[in-house]
């Protein structure tokens, strides 16, 4: 099979690439290397890199022309770009999905959507489940035109998948983390890992209270592939993600222990982190059910292995 990894070079898609690969098939990459990086990818002939940006509709035509599978995760990532670059994150959540997306659907080749647990917003239930209610902000406020726009790339998919029978999975991902990602975007795990490594302060925002569950991209990626090869899954959203919930507090707390760091905690307001008029969520913990019942998903990585998986590669 070729299969098409646009944002291959980032580091959910530089997984993906190696877990493609390792099951035999051919892989192109698209991707700007505006936040990914070509040493995320394997060598050899089973992968080509094609760099461009999915903002180019011809090119995103070509590389799609010949494929059997589409996996779309080139999005502009992490709260900084999208506060610092509003417009061009806009553009390409939106735009770069829909030429993705047409494509596919014009070459009938079955596409994944990456989505986000963005999506469910402020709402802070005990498990979120695909139909929860979304609970957003003002679209104005940035954080919240992220989610805007990732809930409209969900809509494209779905409804471009149900007129041309095309067959698509949206798979929302909640805080996926582990080696390769890069704090330089806000994620907190590499940022407070590189912190703890450097004896340097912790810097949590807010008051550390609020609550993430983070899932192991080891986890996660299987799951993606399992779930193109299962119908009962397409036309469906699905979210995956980890099952040990905890506060970011208590995060700075495990993996200055992990790391044997001497770093403090520091606390700093979110005005001093994001600007002004940035809300944060308290709580988001993902209801993986679905995806259990579709392909038996099951994460097997901890909060501890993350974080080791992380430090070991470092
Ligand atoms: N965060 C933090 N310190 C940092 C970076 C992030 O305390 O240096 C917090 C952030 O405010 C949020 C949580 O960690 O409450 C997770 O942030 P991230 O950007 O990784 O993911 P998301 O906000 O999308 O859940």
């Known amino acids: ?3 098409v990894v646009t944002g291959g070079a980032g580091f959910i898609g530089s997984h993906l690439c190696d877990h493609l690969i390792s099951q035999g098939h051919q892989v192109v990459v698209l991707d700007d290397l505006s936040t990914g990086s070509a040493d995320n990818l394997p060598a050899g002939e089973n992968v080509e890199l094609v760099r461009g940006s999915v903002l180019d509709r011809d ?28 417009l061009e ?5 939106l735009d770069g999905t829909e030429n993705v997306v047409e494509a596919a659907v014009q070459h009938r080749a079955p596409f994944m959507i990456a989505s986000t647990s963005e999506v469910y917003g402020k709402n802070d239930a005990d498990g979120l489940r695909e139909d929860a209610v979304r609970v957003l902000g003002s679209p104005l ?5 992220y989610a805007a726009a990732k809930g409209i790339d969900e809509l494209l998919g779905y409804v471009h998948s ?18 390769r990602q890069t704090g330089r975007y806000g994620m907190v795990v590499p940022r407070f890992v590189t912190q703890a490594l450097a004896n340097e302060p912790i810097t949590v925002f807010g008051d550390g209270t609020q609550r993430r569950c ?45 790391t044997s760091s001497t770093s403090e905690t520091t606390f700093v307001p979110y005005e ?43």
């Open 1 to 3: 099979m070729r299969a």
């Open 59 to 86: 090119l995103v035509d070509s590389v799609i022309r010949d494929s059997d599978v589409v996996y779309h995760l080139a999005a502009a990532v992490g709260v900084h770009n999208i506060v610092d670059k509003p």
């Open 89 to 93: 994150s806009l553009r390409i959540n």
């Open 141 to 145: 406020l940035s954080r919240w035109s």
């Open 162 to 179: 149900t007129e041309s029978g095309v067959p698509c999975v949206i798979v929302r991902f909640f805080n996926i983390v582990g080696p």
């Open 214 to 258: 983070f899932g192991s991209v080891h986890d996660v990626v299987p799951a993606i592939t399992e779930l193109m090869r299962t119908p009962a899954a397409y036309g469906r959203a699905v979210n995956l993600g980890g099952h040990e919930e905890v506060s970011i507090k208590g995060l700075a707390d495990r993996i200055r222990e992990l």
């Open 272 to 314: 001093d982190a994001y600007g002004s008029g940035y809300e944060d969520m308290q709580r988001r913990m993902p209801d993986t059910g679905l995806a259990r019942e579709l392909i038996g998903f099951e994460p097997k990585y901890g909060l501890d292995d993350i974080i080791r998986s992380i430090t070991d590669a470092r």
